[in-house]
């Protein structure tokens, strides 16, 4: 699976090492942190216990057939993308992946901004038909619902949208700086670790 957005601080990162540690809980997984930046890999490297998911950075050359095709099929891979990859790395994991996941801000302004995401999807899938792509939004206001405007925009998208949204929460925040997960935050992640198993529910089935 790839989480990809061309905007950055939509939480790509946050949203694939949680992701990540939540499948680790299921079967084997693995985030290859395709970011210059190596900011997942920084992330994995702060802990004072390894985390329960492997963390390698590919700051650059991402071959697909090299990094995914030996993995078996019993190891889950998550791809960290940097908002700057070239069209022809884009291409290139859009075709290795079979799912792709793409967080958005809940506003109408940051979503249409990720429109052309939906082009280069609907492009991936004549190669890669098993592709499927949701958007996720993230960091929605706690207790508040999709506005009109934003379920208007969201309408936009060729590319439906998970069910669950992932709420702006600060535990989110703390766990990172401690380069943990919110699975081990104790009884204070208790409600962003639902979220997060809801939505790997939802992208497994
Ligand atoms: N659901 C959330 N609730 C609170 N803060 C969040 C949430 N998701 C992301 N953040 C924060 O937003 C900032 C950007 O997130 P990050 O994962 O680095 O985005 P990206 O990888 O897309 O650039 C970080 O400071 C992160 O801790
Ligand atoms: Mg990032």
């Known amino acids: 699976m790839a989480v990809i957005n061309q905007k950055g601080g939509v939480g790509k990162t946050t949203l694939t090492m949680n992701l990540a540690a939540g ?23 702060l802990a004072a216990q390894p985390l329960s998911m492997q963390v390698e950075h590919v700051p650059q050359g991402f071959r697909a057939q090299l990094h995914l095709t030996d993995r078996g099929a019993d190891t889950a891979v998550l791809l ?29 302004l940051d979503l249409w901004s990720s429109l052309r995401l939906a082009e280069w999807v609907e492009a991936a899938q004549q190669e890669n038909p098993r592709l499927e792509a949701r958007l996720l939004i993230n960091q929605l206001e706690p207790r508040s ?17 998970l069910h669950t949204a992932v709420r702006r929460r600060a535990i989110y925040r703390s766990t990172a700086m401690e380069g943990i997960t919110v699975y081990e935050a104790g009884r204070n992640g208790a409600a962003a670790r639902a979220e997060i198993n809801a939505i790997i529910d939802e992208v497994l089935t």
Request: hydrophobic share 45%.
């Open 23 to 45: 499948l680790a809980r299921r079967m084997k997984t693995l985030v290859i942190d395709l970011d210059p930046q190596g900011t997942s890999h920084a992330w994995s490297g």
């Open 80 to 108: 960290d993308c940097p908002p700057t990859l070239d069209g022809e790395t884009i291409a290139a994991v859009l075709r290795a992946v079979d799912r792709v996941l793409i967080p958005v801000l809940p506003s109408p």
């Open 145 to 161: 619902a999709l506005s009109g405007a934003l379920e208007g925009a969201l309408r936009e998208f060729a590319i439906p949208t």
